[in-house]
């Protein structure tokens, strides 16, 4: 018998395993909740997904629809519409440069190849998430002509911090003089 519990004092080894299989309950307890909540949360987005989802075959984004290379870039409808087609793949853009004008709103048109990718322009609200799969899509004004960087802001993995375009903001007449019909824009150097 030992002295502590001869002198009638708790047995601390009792007591640590008491405290041990209370804090096991509270990480059960924290991991049943996650679980819960990625159940719910599942079965809740897959009842009632968002009410724009737009979506492109992967497998033959290189070969035919809208995302072939000979479509991406700027391009000027009949409508006087400014849309910016673009993929992300890693490590890069394409195009790695894209030419939008100033003070008209451009719509931009974007998936990925291969994982999960996003951009941010600049200090612009111009911020997206791209998909494989998925088409993401949101109309901007850029205010002011100049340059601005676009980084990846999604870790894609080990050459994540290379991967980045630029985006050119043309005064709007300059823009306008070099878009021709039919044509897709970017300021990737030839
Ligand atoms: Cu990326």
Redo the contacts with the bound molecule.
Sequence with gaps: MSTAAAAGEPDSHATAIAAERRWAWVVIAIMALLVAMMIFTGLHWSAMPPSRVETVDVKTLHLKGEFVESNLGTSVGADGKVTVRLI?Q??SFQPQCIVVPAGVPVTFRGTSTDTI??FVVGRTNANTMLIPAFVSTFTTTFPKPGEQLMP?H?Y??TG?EA?WARVQVLPAEEFMAKAKPGERLSCVPR
């Design positions: 992300a890693q490590y990718h996003g990846c999604e894609c993995g994540h991967m």
